[in-house]
């Protein structure tokens, strides 16, 4: 049974950091490219970062390059996202993905398993 689990969100002001966690069980998780989303109160969910299986390559969606870092231990089975220079707008759910072999999408459709979020919110 896969299982992926988010942790690290909470409540912090604008400008500060936070550092999310999700940690994979059930699955071979060297083989999985793993991503972050984030989905707002009545916004559809959207991409913000993802490292691949292969090389480790790094992607991220415009909103958040330059403040955001995401990085992956496989030998922890864990995947990070370190945010700094937070805004309110960075206010979500973070959802952690997984992509079987993944290439490096950046659509949810293409991703294989999700855990259950954790919820960020940056204060004014």
């Known amino acids: 049974q896969v299982q992926l689990v988010e942790s690290g969100g909470g409540l912090v002001q604008a400008g500060g950091s936070l550092r999310l966690s999700c940690a994979a069980s059930g699955l071979t998780f060297s083989t999985y490219t793993m991503a972050w989303f984030r989905q707002a109160p009545g916004k559809e969910r959207e991409f913000v970062a993802g490292i691949t299986w292969s090389t480790g390559r790094t992607y991220y969606t415009d909103s958040v390059r330059g403040r955001f870092t995401i990085s992956r231990d496989n030998a922890k089975n864990t995947v990070y996202l370190q945010m700094n220079s937070l805004k309110p707008e960075d206010t979500a759910v973070y959802y952690c993905?997984?992509?079987?072999?993944?290439?490096?999408?950046?659509?949810?459709?293409?991703?294989?398993?999700w855990g259950q979020g954790t919820q960020v919110v940056v204060s004014s």
């Open positions: 993905a997984a992509h079987n072999l993944g290439l490096g999408s950046l659509h949810a459709g293409s991703y294989d398993y």
